[in-house]
């Protein structure tokens, strides 16, 4: 079955920009998806198909994916980004969904 | 208001089972599929399966195919996951989740969740 490996924790400053990294053998074929899980709370869909954006997310998250890895970037972090990201792919294996092991971003 | 409410809160022996509920509203319930996601204490998110809510097609994570069913009620807009002979590291807040408009690789609308706790 396929793999998604993330790093555990990001750590930035506020202001700064966080990149959280998602690799996958190949992933730069597959379609990304990025969910914001902040505690006690249901995952929410930041980033869809590697870069876009559902409605009512702020333009500071952005994606990319190339090669063996996908990237989620959040510009000018708040505190309020503080959270769980997990990365999502669908596969065409047995188990189709696919997420990451998930990175908990702190904001120093 | 376009919503998944899920049902609340359970603790279950091992060896039993589990049926939880999630019924939509605010949308086309026959549009779009569901997918249920668990996560256990401090853990990720695994996903458990997937149902069309338009025919009842599912598709089940290999290692729960026996133990899990999952099935709509188009009338009342709700789909249901049943998890049968619980273990304790079943233990998880369960989701539902909806997939995502014009996909079905990705997931728009999530429910709250729903704690159940297997213990003896």
């Known amino acids: 079955s396929y793999v998604l490996t993330q790093p555990p924790s990001v750590s930035v400053a506020p202001g700064q920009t966080a990149r959280i990294t998602c690799g996958g053998n190949?992933?730069?074929?597959?379609?990304v998806h990025w969910y914001q899980q902040k505690p006690g709370q249901a995952p929410v869909l930041v980033v869809y198909d590697d870069s876009d954006r559902p409605s009512g997310i702020p333009e500071r998250f952005s994606g990319s994916n190339s090669g063996n890895t996908a990237t989620l970037t959040i510009s000018r972090v708040e505190a309020g980004d503080e959270a769980d990201y997990y990365c999502?792919?669908?596969?065409?294996?047995?188990?189709?969904?696919?997420f990451g092991g998930g990175t908990k971003l702190t904001v120093l | 208001q376009v919503q998944l409410v899920q049902s609340g809160a359970e603790v279950k022996k091992p060896g039993a089972s589990v049926k939880v509920s999630c019924k939509a509203s605010?949308?086309?319930?026959?549009?779009?599929?569901i997918s249920w996601v668990r996560q256990a204490p401090g853990q990720g998110l695994e996903w458990m399966g997937w149902i069309s809510a338009y025919n009842g097609n599912t598709n089940y994570a290999q290692k729960l195919q026996g133990r899990v069913t999952m099935t709509t009620d188009t009338s009342t807009s709700t789909a249901y996951m049943e998890l049968r002979s619980l273990r304790s590291d079943d233990t998880a807040v369960y989701y539902c989740a909806r997939d995502r408009e014009g996909a079905t690789d990705s997931f728009d609308l999530w429910g709250r969740g729903t704690l159940v706790t297997v213990s003896s």
């Open positions: 999502q792919v669908w596969d065409s294996s047995s188990d189709p969904v696919v």
């Open positions: 190949n992933i730069g074929s597959k379609s």
């Open positions: 605010g949308y086309t319930f026959t549009s779009y599929g």
